[in-house]
Nanobody, 123 residues
Framework: VQLQASGGGLVQAGGSLRLSCVDS????????MGWFRQAPGKEREFVAA????????RYADSVKGRFTISRDNTKNTVYLQMNSLKPEDTAVYYC?????????????????WGQGTQVTVSS
């Protein structure tokens, strides 16, 4: 698994961003995928996860109703659509993968990590 995240940037509060994470290997569909974030001075935290086929979704309470995770297995890509962004969403966002499923991703201990992409929300 080789994960490359993109799509971060600077946005005003209330705005939207869509993050993408591409897996350059040919095994993407074998993995549950997730997004995590780490704000300055804080520990990395779980944001969202999606099962191999996309039928099971998990979200952190702090993003429910605002963020949507999805995947396109034909493009080896997982997305995080972020709406109604708040300054407290400011963080470096990481994608992650694990064959064991969304349960492992929600614990924050997946096997594979991509590099981060910075999201900054101004008030």
């Amino acid at each position: 698994v080789q994960l490359q995240a993109s799509g971060g940037g600077l946005v005003q509060a209330g705005g939207s961003l869509r993050l993408s994470c591409v897996d350059s290997s040919r095994t993407f569909s074998r993995y549950a995928m997730g997004w995590f974030r780490q704000a300055p001075g804080k520990e990395r935290e779980f944001v969202a996860a999606i099962s191999r086929g996309g039928g099971t979704l998990r979200y952190a309470d702090s993003v429910k109703g605002r963020f949507t995770i999805s995947r396109d297995n034909t493009k080896n890509t997982v997305y995080l659509q972020m709406n109604s962004l708040k300054p407290e969403d400011t963080a470096v966002y990481y994608c992650a993968a694990d064959e064991r499923g969304v349960g492992v991703l929600t614990t924050g201990l997946p096997d594979y990590w991509g590099q981060g992409t910075q999201v900054t929300v101004s008030s």
